[in-house]
């Protein structure tokens, strides 16, 4: 499976997304059950509503959207609104401008906001915090770290040679950061506007920055780059017995409040979120082996 990976991603793009992911935290009733219990429809054109969420969540997004309109993955990027983070997602739900949002769970303070107006989170998939460690091109690629090892190079007394660049401040992906190791660690921290990976992280050997699953998936790997296996797991592994890719978080679905059952908005909302809804996207969201794709961008025709 390792091999597999590493040779998917090798054939990627350039990536582009490394501040954009999430906190994994108790979204209140409704955050971890299906869809409420009604009829699902899977087909459902994405032109007759608005949906979108966070950046980082844009294959899984627009990869769901084409399934459900029976369209491609093209035209469903073209209608889709993945920008920004979960928080300004989430924001963009409570303004209007979305009746569907696919983001990662809220702040405290936003998650009181969604109460407020009624809006409860369905959990649809799992992503994963990734970390990419910069290489000279005769450097093993075979690094395989412990927690703490990724932890101790973002501390002020780190001896471990590496430098951690670490995602803006304000970015989805530095808060999954604190959530999943229970206390931030600035590192070396890019200013806002400069949390993509190739400014937040010069890949030269000795660095390490990270990003998260389904935006490396999208993008591909960057050269000279490998990624770190944690507790022996990389994140698109099959999970052993009592051992998993310690480095996981939910992303959720909620949909806009006060609209009919039959609305397209409610339809979708009610199949993405439904058991069947969220297997399929489970499985379309798994990386494919390596001879049956030679371009990374095979893994968007999935719907």
Same mark, same amino acid.
């Given at each position: 499976?390792?091999?597999?990976?590493?040779?998917?991603?090798?054939?990627?793009?350039?990536?582009?997304?490394?501040?954009?992911?999430?906190?994994? *935290?108790?979204?209140?009733?409704?955050?971890?059950? &299906?869809?409420?219990?009604?009829?699902?429809?899977?087909?459902?054109?994405? $032109?007759? @509503?608005?949906?979108?969420?966070?950046? &980082?969540?844009?294959?899984?997004?627009?990869?769901?959207?084409? /399934?459900?309109?029976?369209? &491609?993955?093209?035209?469903?990027?073209? /209608?889709?609104?993945?920008?920004?983070?979960?928080?300004?997602?989430? *924001?963009?739900?409570? $303004?209007?401008?979305? $009746?569907?949002?696919?983001?990662?769970?809220?702040?405290?303070?936003?998650?009181? /906001?969604?109460?407020?107006?009624?809006?409860?989170?369905?959990?649809?998939?799992?992503?994963? #915090?990734? @970390?990419?460690?910069?290489?000279?091109?005769?450097?093993?690629?075979? #690094? $395989?770290?412990?927690? *703490?090892?990724? @932890?101790?190079?973002?501390?002020?007394?780190?001896?471990?040679?590496?430098?951690?660049?670490?995602?803006? +401040?304000?970015?989805?992906?530095?808060?999954?950061?604190?959530?999943?190791?229970?206390?931030?660690?600035?590192?070396?921290? =890019?200013?806002?506007?400069?949390?993509?990976?190739?400014?937040?992280?010069?890949?030269?050997?000795?660095?390490?920055?990270?990003?998260?699953? #389904?935006?490396?998936?999208?993008?591909?790997?960057?050269?000279?780059?490998?990624?770190?296996?944690?507790?022996? =797991?990389?994140?698109?592994?099959?999970?052993?017995?009592?051992?998993?890719?310690?480095?996981?978080?939910?992303?959720?679905?909620?949909?806009?409040?006060?609209?009919?059952?039959?609305?397209?908005?409610?339809?979708?909302?009610?199949?993405?979120?439904?058991?069947?809804?969220?297997?399929?996207?489970?499985?379309?969201?798994?990386?494919?082996?390596?001879?049956?794709?030679?371009?990374?961008?095979? =893994? &968007?025709? +999935?719907?």
């Amino acid at each position: 499976m390792k091999k597999q990976l590493l040779a998917v991603l090798l054939c990627g793009a350039l990536l582009t997304g490394c501040g954009t992911a999430a906190v994994p *935290q108790q979204t209140g009733s409704g955050a971890s059950g &299906s869809a409420p219990e009604q009829p699902v429809v899977e087909r459902v054109d994405p $032109d007759d @509503f608005s949906f979108g969420g966070c950046a &980082s969540l844009s294959l899984a997004g627009n990869l769901a959207a084409a /399934k459900a309109g029976d369209t &491609s993955y093209e035209a469903a990027h073209d /209608k889709a609104a993945f920008a920004g983070n979960s928080e300004e997602a989430w *924001q963009r739900l409570l $303004d209007g401008e979305l $009746d569907v949002v696919l983001a990662y769970a809220p702040s405290a303070e936003m998650q009181k /906001k969604l109460e407020e107006q009624g809006i409860s989170l369905v959990e649809v998939g799992t992503d994963a #915090l990734v @970390f990419l460690a910069g290489n000279s091109p005769e450097e093993d690629t075979s #690094l $395989d770290w412990t927690k *703490q090892d990724l @932890f101790t190079v973002y501390q002020k007394d780190n001896t471990s040679g590496r430098t951690g660049y670490a995602a803006a +401040a304000g970015s989805d992906s530095r808060r999954i950061f604190a959530a999943v190791f229970g206390s931030d660690a600035p590192g070396v921290t =890019m200013q806002s506007g400069e949390d993509t990976l190739t400014a937040a992280c010069p890949h030269t050997t000795g660095t390490v920055c990270y990003t998260t699953w #389904l935006s490396l998936l999208r993008n591909g790997k960057p050269n000279d780059t490998s990624i770190i296996a944690v507790d022996g =797991m990389l994140p698109g592994d099959t999970a052993e017995e009592g051992k998993s890719y310690p480095l996981t978080v939910s992303y959720y679905l909620a949909v806009r409040p006060g609209l009919e059952q039959n609305d397209p908005a409610m339809l979708f909302y009610r199949w993405l979120g439904s058991d069947a809804g969220r297997t399929w996207l489970a499985e379309a969201v798994l990386p494919p082996a390596a001879e049956e794709t030679g371009e990374s961008d095979d =893994m &968007s025709q +999935a719907s």
